[in-house]
């Protein structure tokens, strides 16, 4: 590990500007594929994208994040054509109705990642695979100097669910990390979130081991971002599905709080917003 691990970082730099993390903050999710696990298909037409798009804002979500690729397991992979073309279209439509809103692009493909960020000003690349899936990501991301969100997971989105197994279920997902932080950090890329991957490549128990232990990773002294929202997790220990995976996302969302997440990935920004408030009083007290 290096020593930019050594001082807390509580801030991003986006386009020479500070962005304050000393508080924890809502990333909205806006997906805009057909094949998402819980609201693929709901926003298919101009009209929805906006509606959204407003919604994540007006509930108090500091960033739109934006995917044209389902990462759900089991899902179909889609063309870097066809995921660019849906993404020129929905940040065409944002950035004329919200020219200022920080947006977020979910994609591991370095090529897609540089044309959101040059043509549609997109602030923060956020990446599944951290670089494995694309080598020439991380030069890229240096190039383009903007906040990097790195991911683990165990295999693809294709064949993670498969049979993911560890030896050291946190010793592994730290040495995954600390190997990518390190040739990031050596490209001069600093503005560094790090996402345990919640779901991708873990069992049902690997998850709640995962959220148990999340303060482990304030090693890296890195923002970390959680995304349970909604998830197998969830759903498939309580028996039930992802529309009434609402009140389990609350309680996964407090416990990540509680353990000092610094962003929450959610499709429910009012209530994420609200359990932000209560921990943050909590915590003051």
């Known amino acids: 590990m290096t020593n930019s691990f050594l001082k807390k970082k509580t801030s991003l730099n986006i386009s020479g500007k500070l962005f304050d993390l000393s508080s924890p903050i809502v990333m909205g999710v806006l997906n805009i594929t057909q094949d998402s696990f819980y609201d693929g298909g709901r926003y298919n037409d101009d009209e929805k994208i906006i509606k959204r798009a407003e919604q994540i804002l007006l509930e108090g979500a500091s960033v739109i994040d934006i995917g044209a690729y389902s990462s759900r397991p089991g ?143 304030k090693i890296f002294q890195l923002p970390i971002l959680v995304g349970v929202s909604r998830k197998s997790m969830i759903y498939k220990y309580l028996n039930t599905t992802p529309d009434e995976a609402l009140t389990g996302t609350i309680v996964l969302n407090t416990i990540a709080l509680l353990h000092d997440a610094n962003i929450l990935r959610v499709h429910d920004v009012k209530q994420a917003v609200e359990t932000i408030k209560i921990v943050e009083k909590i915590k003051q007290s």
């Not at 695979?129 to 165990?154: C, E, R, T, W």
């Open 75 to 217: 899902a179909k992979n889609v063309s870097e054509e066809e995921e660019l073309s849906q993404l020129k279209n929905t940040l065409s439509i944002i950035r004329k109705k919200f020219p200022d809103a920080i947006i977020s692009v979910d994609t591991f493909r370095s090529s897609v990642a540089e044309y959101v960020v040059k043509e549609f000003n997109v602030k923060i690349i956020n990446d599944i695979s951290a670089g494995v899936l694309d080598d020439k990501m991380f030069n890229v991301i240096a190039k383009l100097d903007v906040p990097y969100i790195i991911m683990h997971m165990q295999g693809t989105p294709q064949n993670m669910q498969l049979n993911p197994k560890y030896d050291d279920l946190i010793k592994d997902i730290i040495k995954y990390l600390s190997d990518r932080i390190n040739k990031l950090n050596l490209l001069g890329v600093n503005d560094v979130i790090i996402d345990p991957g919640f779901g991708f490549g873990k069992t049902l128990d690997n998850n709640y081991e995962l959220m148990q232990k999340l303060e482990a990773f």
